[in-house]
């Protein structure tokens, strides 16, 4: 089986999504994994996963502690991006599971995917890392890179999954923040088994995209990672074949959907954007 994971964006909320996948990995054949796309704060949680740095960025999360949007403003301004990313671009050799990061370029008003890979050196990754992450007005509005410049790659494609309608996998796990969302028709039919999930169904309206208060990151990391888990136990455990897979995951969303509605994350900007988003090109 073939599977791809798309991980979307969400400035705090990332720090729950990586706690919803290492909920999730024990159920799941890491071997299976042959490719991930991810925007934004997605994309650290991704390059943390394919360098093998979850646990180190699992405790970057829980030891941050800002407490206003001040704060969060003064450490980006500050550079503590690149310190972050810095232990987890030094040895490209150890990308295990090959990924895309998005970036919103200006210049064509397209999103470009940089596809990212152990040929890739520590200065590429570190680029388009930093490319995906530039929050609009909280650490500046663009990133260059020659002649073209970028804003953060969930500015138009804050759920990348245009990468599976050139890749083949089985089944497609597309995990994100918006309680609305739907995988399109293009990707429903191109894919075999596509599950998407919300991985703050349970997190309620408590916690606020640019929250990094400790005690705030900490309780939504130990709420998702429990969802994560719950959901790779009712999808994937003793679950072989894709039918299976498919009618475990579907059975799943449809018992999620009640409490996933409930939920008021704004998201109505982002949706909008997304929907403008037509012009795509890869950029590797």
Same mark, same amino acid.
């Given at each position: 089986?073939?599977?791809?994971?798309?991980?979307?964006?969400?400035?705090?909320?990332?720090?729950?999504?990586?706690?919803?996948?290492?909920?999730?990995?024990?159920?799941?054949?890491?071997?299976?994994?042959?490719?991930?796309?991810? #925007?934004?704060?997605?994309?650290?949680?991704?390059? &943390?996963?394919?360098?093998?740095?979850?646990?180190?960025?699992?405790?970057?999360?829980?030891?941050?502690?800002?407490?206003?949007?001040?704060?969060?403003?003064?450490?980006?301004?500050?550079?503590?991006?690149?310190?972050?990313?810095? %232990?987890?671009?030094?040895?490209? #050799?150890?990308?295990?599971?090959?990924?895309?990061?998005?970036?919103?370029?200006?210049?064509?008003?397209?999103?470009?995917?940089?596809?990212? @890979?152990?040929?890739?050196?520590?200065?590429?990754?570190?680029?388009?890392?930093?490319? !995906?992450?530039?929050? %609009?007005?909280?650490?500046?509005?663009?990133?260059?890179?020659?002649?073209?410049?970028?804003?953060?790659?969930?500015?138009?494609? $804050?759920? %990348?999954?245009?990468?599976?309608?050139?890749? @083949?996998?089985?089944?497609?796990?597309?995990?994100?923040?918006?309680?609305?969302?739907?995988? #399109?028709?293009?990707?429903? *039919?191109?894919? %075999?088994?596509?599950?998407?999930?919300?991985?703050?169904?349970?997190?309620?309206?408590?916690?606020?995209?640019?929250?990094?208060?400790?005690?705030?990151?900490?309780? &939504? /990391?130990?709420? #998702?990672?429990?969802?994560?888990?719950?959901?790779?136990? *009712?999808?994937?455990?003793?679950? !072989?074949?894709?039918?299976?897979?498919?009618?475990?995951?579907?059975?799943?969303?449809?018992?999620?959907?009640?409490?996933? /509605?409930?939920?008021? $994350? $704004?998201?109505?900007?982002?949706?909008?954007?997304?929907?403008?988003?037509?012009?795509?090109?890869?950029?590797?």
């Amino acid at each position: 089986m073939r599977l791809g994971i798309v991980l979307g964006g969400g400035f705090a909320r990332g720090a729950a999504q990586l706690a919803f996948l290492e909920g999730l990995l024990p159920f799941i054949n890491e071997g299976d994994i042959a490719l991930i796309s991810s #925007s934004s704060i997605g994309g650290v949680n991704a390059l &943390a996963y394919s360098s093998g740095n979850i646990p180190y960025l699992d405790n970057v999360y829980r030891t941050i502690d800002l407490r206003s949007l001040g704060d969060v403003m003064k450490a980006l301004k500050g550079g503590i991006v690149s310190r972050l990313l810095a %232990p987890m671009v030094t040895d490209p #050799s150890k990308i295990k599971v090959p990924f895309y990061v998005t970036g919103a370029c200006v210049n064509t008003l397209s999103t470009h995917y940089f596809y990212l @890979d152990s040929s890739k050196s520590s200065e590429e990754l570190e680029k388009a890392i930093n490319i !995906t992450v530039t929050f %609009p007005f909280i650490n500046g509005l663009v990133r260059r890179d020659g002649r073209r410049f970028y804003l953060d790659g969930g500015a138009l494609d $804050n759920i %990348p999954t245009f990468p599976f309608l050139q890749f @083949d996998v089985d089944v497609l796990l597309i995990i994100h923040n918006y309680p609305r969302y739907l995988p #399109s028709a293009e990707i429903v *039919k191109k894919v %075999p088994v596509v599950i998407d999930v919300d991985d703050g169904t349970r997190l309620g309206n408590g916690f606020p995209t640019y929250s990094f208060k400790k005690e705030v990151i900490n309780k &939504a /990391m130990d709420v #998702s990672y429990a969802y994560g888990a719950e959901f790779g136990r *009712k999808v994937f455990q003793g679950h !072989t074949s894709l039918s299976e897979i498919k009618e475990a995951g579907q059975q799943f969303i449809r018992e999620e959907l009640p409490k996933r /509605m409930k939920n008021k $994350n $704004n998201t109505a900007a982002a949706i909008f954007f997304n929907k403008l988003q037509q012009a795509r090109e890869f950029h590797i």
